[in-house]
C-alpha cells in the first residue's frame, strides 16, 4: 500500500514537471507569416559583418508594401518590393506562401552587367531564378531553386549552372515593437557558375554567396542579412531589420 501510494506521488510530480516544461516554450516552430494587401512595412538597413553578426551604421530604409493578390509565374502571390539595386529595380519582387512554405521571386538579372561590367559583347547574359523557397515548413533542408541554361544565338554562348540551397538554423530572441520575441532562422547558399563566349571574348565566372532570413510567427520576415557580391550587386554585408508594419 505504501508503494502504491509513492508510485502515485512520483507520478503526479512527474505531470506537474510537464505541464511546466510545456508552458515555458510556447513556440517551437514556425507556423506562418501574415500577408495582407496594402500593409506597409518599414525595415531599417545597416551594414554587418556577415560572420561576426556586429551591428554597424545605419544605411537607409525602404519601406515596401503588400500589393494586391493575383496569380503570378504559377502562384497566388503580393507585390513586395525590398533590397533596391538600382534605377528602382529590386532583388525581390514578389512574395508567396502556401502550406509548403514561404517563397520570395527573383526577377531577370544580367550577369554582363553585374558582374562583367557590360564589357562582353553577348546577348546571352539575362536570366531569371525566380520563385526562391526561403523558408521549408517540413524539412530542415531543401532545394530552393535550381537550373541550368544552354544557349547559343549568332555565334555566342551561355552555359550557366545556378543553384540555391536552404537549411533552417534554430531559433533566436529579438526585440520587436518593445517585446522580446522569438524569430526562426534559414539560410540560403546561392551557387553559380557561367561560361559566356562570344565572338571575341570568352570569360567565366563562379559565385557563392549566403543569404540569411528570421521570422516572426503570424508577422512576417523580420530581417534579411546580404554578404557582399557581385551578382546582385551589393558592395558591403547589409541587414535589413523589420521596425514595423501596419495596414494603410
Not at 56 to 75: A, L, M, R, V, W
Not at 120 to 143: E, H, M
Request: glycine share 6%; net charge negative.
Amino acid at each position: 500500500m505504501i508503494r502504491i501510494k509513492y508510485f502515485f506521488a512520483f507520478l503526479c510530480l512527474s505531470l506537474l514537471i510537464s505541464c511546466s516544461d510545456n508552458s515555458s516554450n510556447p513556440e517551437e516552430s514556425l507556423e506562418g507569416i501574415n500577408v495582407e494587401t496594402n500593409y506597409l512595412l518599414t525595415y531599417n538597413v545597416y551594414q554587418k559583418d556577415f560572420l561576426s553578426n556586429e551591428l554597424g551604421e545605419f544605411i537607409s530604409q525602404e519601406d515596401p508594401i503588400y500589393g494586391y493578390e493575383k496569380e503570378f509565374e504559377g502562384k497566388k502571390s503580393f507585390s513586395f518590393k525590398l533590397i533596391e539595386l538600382e534605377n528602382k529595380k529590386y532583388l525581390f519582387s514578389q512574395i508567396s506562401t502556401d502550406n509548403q512554405g514561404i517563397y520570395l521571386y527573383i526577377p531577370e538579372l544580367d550577369i554582363n552587367k553585374l558582374i562583367f561590367g557590360g564589357k562582353l559583347d553577348s546577348n546571352l547574359s539575362r536570366f531569371t531564378p525566380g520563385w526562391v523557397k526561403i523558408y521549408d515548413y517540413s524539412n530542415d533542408s531543401w532545394t530552393a531553386n535550381e537550373f541550368k541554361i544552354d544557349k547559343d544565338l549568332n555565334g555566342d554562348t551561355l552555359n550557366l549552372v545556378f543553384k540555391i540551397s536552404g537549411t533552417k538554423d534554430g531559433s533566436k530572441s529579438v526585440e520587436y515593437v518593445n517585446k522580446t520575441q522569438k524569430v526562426f532562422v534559414s539560410k540560403l547558399v546561392i551557387d553559380m557558375e557561367a561560361d559566356i563566349v562570344s565572338k571575341f571574348q570568352k570569360a567565366n565566372y563562379t559565385i557563392k554567396t549566403n543569404l540569411r532570413f528570421q521570422f516572426l510567427n503570424n508577422v512576417g520576415i523580420y530581417s534579411i542579412s546580404l554578404q557582399e557580391n557581385q551578382l546582385f550587386p551589393i558592395n558591403k554585408d547589409l541587414i535589413y531589420i523589420l521596425q514595423s508594419k501596419y495596414g494603410v
